[in-house]
């Protein structure tokens, strides 16, 4: 069983919302900062998002006061809720745990937005 699996991509259309998740082992879940990172045609993985075990949350300028993450520690999974998305966040979104300098990967899940 992969680490980390997202859920929850694809088709939007500008202006819409989307929320994708990903569910994670509970021994990663446990110590790791959870985040999601996003890749688009041409350039490289960007962060978009990430929160802490203690819940402290950091966006990318791009994204600030529009989407929202978070995390359901009963669950092991975290969300990001997108909204007011625009053609510019078209991406494959990967989800991403980190402790200490180990990282995980999940395999990511596409959102296109476009009309």
């Known amino acids: 069983q992969a680490p980390l699996a997202e859920f929850g991509g694809g088709l939007v259309q500008p202006g819409g919302s989307l929320r994708v998740s990903c569910a994670a082992s509970a021994s990663i879940f446990s110590i790791a900062t959870m985040g999601w990172y996003r890749q688009a045609p041409g350039k490289e993985r960007e962060l978009v998002a990430s929160?802490?075990?203690?819940?402290?949350?950091d966006y990318a300028p791009s994204v600030k006061g529009r989407f929202t993450i978070s995390r359901d520690n009963a669950k092991y999974t975290v969300y990001l809720q997108m909204n007011s998305l625009t053609p510019e966040d078209t991406a494959v979104y990967f989800c991403?745990?980190?402790?200490?300098?180990?990282?995980?990967w999940g395999q990511g899940t596409q959102v296109t937005v476009s009309s």
């Open positions: 929160i802490s075990r203690g819940g402290n949350t």
């Open positions: 991403n745990a980190k402790f200490g300098i180990t990282f995980w």
